[in-house]
Structures are given as C-alpha cells and as structure tokens.
C-alpha cells in the first residue's frame, strides 16, 4: 500500500473551463472511465461525476459554453494515464439552445450499455445517444438516435438495455420535483419518477427508435436508491416515503379493480386455528347446503386433506407430525366444523397449520397470551423511569452519539413488478441506515450498503430468486460507526471490486479505508498476545484547493474528485 505521502503525490488535476464560472448551475460532469462499473449520482443544481463500463481508459465528462447568445453544453472524453489526463475531444453536443430555459436542471447521463446511453439536457427532452462505431469508438461522435420532450425538467437516476425478439429495448427511469396542482399539508410538492421504455427494432436495420410504454409514480421524498431490473422486469426502490404508480400511458390503472383487490384482502378468512402444548383445532363454517355427510376428512402423519363434497377445501403437508389415529372433529348446532389433531411431538409450537397455506389465521388463546404477559411483566414498567431520580435520569443524552440516536422516519425496500405495477415486496430495513450505492457489477443493478451495528454491508439485488431479493457481497468492518461522526461528508462510495471505500467533506478533506491486508511482517498484539494476521488501515488526502467538491467517484484503482475549477485524480491501487 502506498504512503500517504505518495499517494498526494501522484494526485493529478487539470484546469476547469473557464466560462464553467458563469453558468456552473447548467453543469454536468461525468467521469466514466477507466472504471468498470455504471452508475449516477444525481446532486440538484450541482455538477456530478458518473462511471462507465464502455471504454476503459477514457474519462467523459461535459461543461458549457456561453456565448452572447446562446449556452450549448456538449460531451468530451479524455484519456486517462497513471498519473495524468490526456487532452479532451468533443464527442456529443446538445442542439438546443439551453440558455433560453430558465428553470432547467442540470444535464445528467446514464450508460444503458456499451453502445447506448440515456441523456437529459435538463429542459425536459430525454435523448437517447449511439455510441461511436469502429476500433476509435471512444474519440468518434455520439449520434442522436432519438430525442423526446416529455414535460417537466428531470435527471436521468438508471438505465438498462435488453434485447427481446429481435427488439432493442432501452429502459429508462427519470426523476422530477414537480409542484402540487392543490394546497396540501406538507411541503406542497411531489417527487415524480417515470419509467420510460424506448423500442427499436434491430431487423429494420436503422430503424427509428419510439416510445413503448410510459410510466408514472408518486412519492413525497427523493428516494435514496431506484433502479430498473435487468430486462425491465420490476422497478426497485429505497425510500422514506412510499411510491405508488398512478399512471400507464398504454394501460391505466384500473381503480376498480384495485378496490376490489383491496376488498378481497379484507375478507374474512377461509377457516382459524389455535393450539395448546399437545394438539392444535381447526375450526371452519359449514357453507350453506351442505351437511355432515358432505364432509370428508382423510389424515396421515404428516397431511390432510378436508373434502366438501367433491371440492377440495384444505389439502397440503401439516407443519408437524400429528398422532392421526387420536385424531377427531365434530359439528356443533351452529354448523361450525372443529378437527383436533393430536401433537405428536407435545410442547412444539407451530408457526402454521399447513405449510405455504395463507387461507387460515392463527387466533391466539387469551389464557396463553395472559400467562406470557405475566412471565414478562417484571420486566415491563407503565413509567419510563420506575424508580425516578431528578439527578440520574433513566439515560444521559449528552453521552448520546449521533450513531445511537433513532431515526425519525422508517425506510422500506419496494418492489414493484414491470406488468401489474403492483408492490410485490415492501420491507422496513429498521434501524439499518441506508449509506450509498456502487455498481460492481454493469449487468447488474446497483449495489446498496446498509449499516448493520458498527459494519458496513453491501448488498446486490438480485431477480432469479423470489423469496430473495439481494445477496451479500461485501462488508466494511466498523464503516458504519466511522462514517456516523463524519458530520460534513457530502459523498460516500467503495471500489467496484471492494478493496476500500472513500467518503469525502464538503471541502478538501478526502478519507480512505482499506480492506484488511496480510502483514508482510511479524506483528503481535501485546495484551492478548496473539499473532495479528491481517490490518486495516485509513488514509486521508487533502486537496489543495478551497472550492467545495461537486463529484465523487471510485474505481478499482482511482478515485475522482470533482470542484468548480479542477478535476483530481487520486491514484489509490496499482493496475
């Protein structure tokens, strides 16, 4: 690992365009290669610097230029060496003239893959831009293959590219701030997201690329994490706040029908059990029209199965052996059926009566709920404080941090599904706070770090597995402690290969933690006297500038970092 000394050494910057000074809020910066990730970070009214997986060894970034009547804004790439950045070439040029937009954002971009890319000019027009072609690809010019307004200003948060039948499917998800059209409690104004699907049709040769299908969704906060699955199967999202789908362009949300859903889910259950230590009963309503030589009940050991009449009303494997033979049910006057099945295995509580079943609810017996209550009541208390102190309070706040302090609002994980727009899955990540998000992986969606107790953990999301979402693939021991008293860190990321992780201030101060390493040497710990195999260790970097960073990001080898006037690169690995 090289010196902090070393490592300020080799850090490089170039000169900013100088008409960046007089329009730096119309700015965009990206600085895609030599990374092997894509990602974005979307900064409102603020430069950002992006990743792509495209051409290793080429930076991309854009500025504008301001004339006396117009500001154009294009895209330059420049090579990058070890220690430098080689001289930029233009490859692509807004055609608009962005200077008659006053309320505009900043431009933002997205590689869908290695051959196209999502931009937005910040007006509101969504462009869809071909790589250049050839072994020069990387210094040839961008082409326009399709251009679109779509209404309000947005950035471009993530963008995945299949290929379904012969047809080039181009997925793009946008996000806008958008006022409310009434006075509602709160802010008075809405995140929108849309989901955008661009088609074009690869056995036409060059022909046009159009719109597929167009998709809104509401929420009332800026998610931390969207992104699109790969293929354009579902949508995911982090939030405080909850997303909701309120328009398909193709095919509107029909609110009947989600009332009749919402009404179904509220039905009454199909039959409820309870259970005691040795036998658990099920108890159903007879239907009208039926009698008791309609019902037919066959047990085993391990199934049941209850037949009315030639229909089959609960079939499947019991979650426990039961004694089938000391097994009965009978009828009372009110047509109501009860079967008791014989625990095999006495003092096993179930978690269900037959598994995978969601027809039934569990209704818990008030005798066993009282007796659990008076187990835990000597540890329960109606006051905060049950023997009260006025000098020694319950807790000290001033011996508080801000890591042990609880968060105002829950965050859940949604997932909706690319057809019905339904959340298929919500989840509270609890006290689990949300950090940043990587992309290791290009054909993947972006990872996303949660902090667990002191660590960092960073999790791939994942859509062959249904019951699992994301996969763990990395942890950053004692991050999450660290980062919780950076109080003016501004950007957090980790290299694609996850060989150290960086966060920076607002100014100046860059810090760096490095994955544990073997030791070339012998090292001891002196008070427990064990061999100490591996070390992790931090580094900070200093900037030589006063300007405020706009941009942060992380390869396998540098880090980049981006003010208003100089682009620094920090070689961190050795290729």
Not at 112 to 134: C, E, N, Q, W, Y
Not at 371 to 380: E, F, G, V
Request: glycine letters at 6%.
């Amino acid at each position: 690992m090289p010196p902090l000394q070393k490592l300020s050494s080799e850090m490089t910057s170039i000169p900013w365009i100088t008409c960046v000074l007089l329009a730096c809020t119309t700015i965009s910066t990206v600085i895609p290669g030599p990374l092997t990730a894509c990602s974005m970070w979307i900064s409102w009214g603020e430069s950002c610097i992006s990743p792509s997986h495209c051409f290793p060894g080429y930076i991309y970034k854009s500025h504008a230029e301001l004339s006396a009547n117009n500001l154009t804004s294009h895209l330059c790439d420049i090579p990058a060496k070890d220690t430098a950045l080689g001289k930029p070439t233009e490859v692509f040029r807004f055609p608009s003239d962005l200077g008659a937009y006053e309320n505009r954002l900043c431009s933002s971009l997205y590689f869908a893959s290695a051959t196209h890319v999502a931009l937005s000019d910040g007006t509101g027009t969504l462009f869809i831009v071909r790589v250049g072609k050839g072994e020069d690809s990387t210094s040839g010019r961008w082409e326009i293959m399709f251009n679109q307004e779509l209404g309000d200003a947005f950035v471009v948060v993530h963008s995945v590219s299949s290929i379904q039948a012969e047809t080039l499917l181009i997925e793009v998800l946008l996000l806008s701030v958008e006022k409310d059209a009434v006075d509602v409690q709160g802010s008075g104004f809405h995140v929108s997201m849309e989901w955008v699907s661009v088609a074009h049709n690869k056995s036409e040769g060059d022909g046009k690329y159009e719109i597929l299908r167009r998709r809104k969704l509401f929420g009332k906060s800026v998610p931390h994490y969207a992104a699109i699955e790969p293929g354009g199967s579902g949508l995911m999202i982090i939030s405080s706040k909850p997303f909701s789908f309120i328009a398909d362009q193709d095919s509107p949300l029909d609110e009947a029908e989600e009332e009749k859903m919402e009404e179904d889910s509220k039905k009454e259950p199909l039959y409820t059990w309870q259970q005691t230590a040795d036998k658990v009963t099920l108890s159903f309503q007879l239907p009208e029209g039926l009698t008791k030589d309609d019902i037919k009940l066959t047990f085993s050991p391990e199934h049941i199965c209850i037949c009315l009449k030639e229909d089959t009303f609960l079939k499947g494997k019991l979650y426990n052996i039961i004694d089938h033979e000391s097994t009965a049910w009978i009828m009372n006057e009110q047509r109501s059926v009860e079967v008791t099945l014989a625990k095999r295995e006495a003092g096993c509580m179930w978690a269900e009566l037959v598994v995978g079943d969601k027809q039934g609810e569990f209704v818990a017996d008030p005798a066993q709920c009282a007796a659990i209550a008076d187990q835990l009541m000597h540890l329960t208390s109606e006051d905060m404080n049950p023997n009260p102190d006025v000098d020694k309070p319950a807790c000290n706040a001033q011996e508080l941090e801000e890591c042990d302090m609880l968060f105002e609002e829950l965050t859940n994980i949604y997932r909706f599904d690319g057809n019905s727009l339904k959340a298929s899955h919500v989840v509270n990540i609890g006290s689990n706070q949300y950090l940043f998000s990587m992309v290791a992986t290009p054909e993947l969606m972006p990872c996303f770090s949660l902090r667990h107790d002191v660590d960092a953990l960073l999790w791939q999301p994942v859509t062959a597995q249904d019951d699992n979402l994301w996969e763990h693939v990395a942890t950053f021991n004692a991050l999450g402690y660290v980062q919780a008293s950076k109080r003016d860190k501004k950007f957090f990321t980790c290299a694609p290969n996850f060989s150290y992780a960086a966060l920076c201030e607002c100014v100046r101060r860059i810090f760096l933690y490095r994955q544990p390493t073997p030791m070339a040497t012998v090292l001891f710990n002196r008070k427990e006297g064990k061999h100490v195999g591996q070390v992790a260790k931090q580094q900070v970097a200093s900037l030589e500038t006063s300007d405020p960073i706009l941009g942060f990001q992380a390869s396998s080898e540098r880090l980049f970092v981006l003010t208003a006037k100089k682009l620094f690169v920090l070689k961190v690995n050795a290729a």
